[in-house]
């Protein structure tokens, strides 16, 4: 059972990744608009079916990215169930703010280009920006419980060796993904404006998944 939650969560990560790729692979030309620079100029002329795929394929990516975390929190039920317990349930109310988080991001683009049809930029950034601030706390309280809470809690369990893996696993959850990505954008090389940067927590995602087949 392990390993096949394990496998499904691996493919699950990389389904996340693939929906990110439509919803955010924009070119070296996109410019970020707006006082807040949520919005961005290539929205106008984004196909608009790349955010309705991205939407459907994050509807099966969300639960199947969960199973790998599940089968991770089921090798560590043998040596600290109620850690486990208490890490499954954040993990859990994450993964559904997981799939909250990227259904408003697949919805604003298609917010603003149904606007900016009419040549109204301003209202444009005042509705996004006002349902922006709307769900500002849910939005980044849910996105910390699902990648950043667990994340760090999974490298102090293998730094002191309370999950028998090897230490180089450190780096295989999202948030050192996440970093590795930023850092390469930062470069400002034309290759990595967008990949890995923008689907490289759902790859760190999907390492749950490799680290429980690790274990077994």
Same mark, same amino acid.
């Given at each position: 059972?392990?390993?096949?939650?394990?496998?499904?969560?691996?493919?699950?990560?990389?389904? $996340?990744a693939?929906?990110? $790729?439509?919803?955010d692979?924009?070119?070296a030309d996109?410019?970020?608009?707006?006082?807040?620079?949520?919005?961005?100029?290539? *929205?106008?002329?984004?196909?608009?079916?790349?955010?309705? *795929?991205?939407?459907?394929?994050?509807?099966?990516?969300?639960?199947? +990215?969960? $199973?790998?975390?599940v089968?991770?929190?089921?090798?560590?039920?043998?040596?600290?169930?109620?850690?486990?317990?208490g890490?499954?349930?954040?993990?859990?109310?994450?993964?559904m703010?997981?799939f909250?988080?990227?259904?408003?991001?697949?919805?604003?683009?298609?917010? +603003?280009?149904?606007?900016?049809?009419k040549?109204?930029?301003?209202?444009?950034?005042?509705?996004?920006?006002?349902?922006?601030?709307?769900?500002?706390?849910?939005? +980044?309280?849910?996105?910390?419980?699902?990648?950043?809470?667990p994340?760090?809690?999974?490298?102090? =369990?293998?730094?002191?060796?309370?999950?028998?893996l090897?230490?180089w696993?450190?780096?295989?959850?999202?948030v050192?993904?996440?970093?590795?990505?930023? =850092?390469?954008?930062?470069?400002?090389?034309?290759?990595?404006i967008?990949?890995?940067?923008?689907?490289?927590?759902?790859?760190?995602?999907?390492? +749950?998944?490799?680290?429980?087949?690790? =274990?077994?």
């Open positions: 059972m392990i390993k096949i939650l394990a496998i499904i969560g691996i493919f699950g990560g990389l389904l $996340c693939a929906a990110d $790729c439509l919803l692979l924009k070119g996109n410019r970020k608009l707006g006082k807040m620079g949520i919005m961005d100029s290539k *929205w106008e002329t984004m196909a608009h079916f790349r955010f309705v *795929w991205s939407d459907i394929l994050a509807m099966f990516a969300v639960p199947m +990215y969960t $199973c790998g975390f089968a991770l929190m089921l090798q560590l039920r043998k040596v600290n169930e109620k850690l486990a317990l890490l499954t349930i954040i993990f859990l109310c994450g993964a703010g997981g909250m988080i990227h259904s408003f991001l697949c919805l604003i683009p298609t917010i +603003y280009q149904k606007i900016i049809k040549d109204n930029f301003e209202l444009a950034e005042d509705v996004i920006t006002t349902i922006f601030r709307q769900i500002y706390v849910p939005f +980044y309280t849910l996105y910390v419980m699902l990648v950043v809470i994340a760090i809690v999974i490298m102090i =369990l293998i730094i002191n060796g309370t999950l028998a090897p230490l696993c450190i780096i295989c959850n999202p050192v993904f996440q970093i590795i990505g930023l =850092l390469l954008r930062a470069t400002k090389c034309k290759l990595f967008d990949a890995p940067s923008i689907c490289a927590a759902s790859l760190g995602l999907a390492m +749950y998944g490799v680290l429980a087949l690790i =274990l077994i």
